[in-house]
């Protein structure tokens, strides 16, 4: 797992350690030392913690204007035990919607399991976009079922062409423009 990077390519456009609204001002990341682990196994020092023990982020790109911004993860999404949702909600969610973002892209290819709990957190941060949405982006499979079992596409899109989006291919505005397309024709 520690060769698993979070996605470097728009570093130019944004840095949430250099951005001064961002939950991560600041945060400082090794470019060579391995401290991080999830179940005994190290990952790359460029990933950011949310204070979980199994699941980490990288918020790749924010655009106050436009109220957006992509979130990066690699782990273990675990609600029921470390009840990661709380966490992501408390720590990063929640200062970004007081910032104004309203539309969430959610990266999860690096997203190995999850274990659900109950749906009260989705359903807050999902009331809290009221305007915007909350998008799940190249989930595996087996991690969209379990999503699912918990009634969790009720406040999170995933499915169809967000299960395969090539994502990096482009631009960080670009893709929020295709996956908003993507969502306003789902949404009618």
Same mark, same amino acid.
């Given at each position: 797992?520690?060769?698993?990077?979070?996605?470097?390519?728009?570093?130019?456009q944004y840095?949430?350690?250099?951005?001064?609204?961002?939950p991560?001002?600041e945060?400082?990341?090794?470019?060579?030392?391995?401290?991080?682990?999830?179940?005994?196994?190290? *990952?790359?020092?460029?990933?950011?913690?949310l204070?979980?023990?199994?699941?980490?982020l990288?918020?790749?790109? &924010?655009?106050?204007?436009l109220g957006?911004?992509? *979130?990066?993860?690699?782990?273990?999404?675990?609600?029921?035990?470390? !009840?990661? *949702?709380?966490?992501?909600?408390?720590?990063? &969610?929640?200062?970004m919607?007081h910032?104004?973002?309203?539309?969430?892209?959610? *990266?999860?290819? !690096? &997203?190995? !399991?999850?274990?659900?709990?109950?749906?009260?957190?989705?359903?807050?941060?999902?009331?809290?976009?009221?305007?915007?949405?909350?998008a799940?982006?190249?989930?595996?499979?087996?991690?969209?079922?379990?999503?699912?079992?918990?009634?969790l596409?009720?406040? &999170?899109?995933?499915?169809?062409? $967000?299960?395969?989006?090539?994502?990096?291919?482009?631009?960080?505005?670009?893709?929020v423009?295709?996956?908003?397309?993507?969502?306003?024709?789902? $949404?009618?």
């Amino acid at each position: 797992m520690h060769t698993l990077e979070p996605h470097y390519a728009w570093l130019e456009q944004y840095q949430a350690s250099e951005d001064p609204r961002s939950p991560l001002f600041e945060a400082e990341n090794s470019l060579d030392t391995y401290t991080n682990t999830i179940y005994g196994y190290y *990952i790359h020092p460029q990933w950011d913690s949310l204070d979980s023990d199994t699941l980490y982020l990288k918020i790749l790109f &924010v655009d106050y204007e436009l109220g957006t911004a992509v *979130i990066e993860f690699i782990g273990e999404w675990n609600d029921a035990i470390e !009840n990661d *949702i709380m966490l992501l909600k408390r720590n990063i &969610v929640d200062l970004m919607t007081h910032e104004g973002i309203r539309k969430f892209i959610l *990266i999860g290819e !690096n &997203v190995f !399991n999850f274990h659900g709990s109950d749906d009260s957190y989705y359903e807050e941060w999902f009331e809290d976009v009221e305007d915007g949405w909350i998008a799940a982006v190249n989930f595996q499979d087996h991690v969209i079922r379990e999503m699912r079992q918990y009634n969790l596409d009720s406040y &999170v899109n995933f499915g169809g062409q $967000l299960d395969e989006l090539p994502w990096r291919t482009y631009p960080p505005r670009k893709l929020v423009e295709v996956v908003d397309g993507l969502l306003q024709r789902r $949404l009618g």
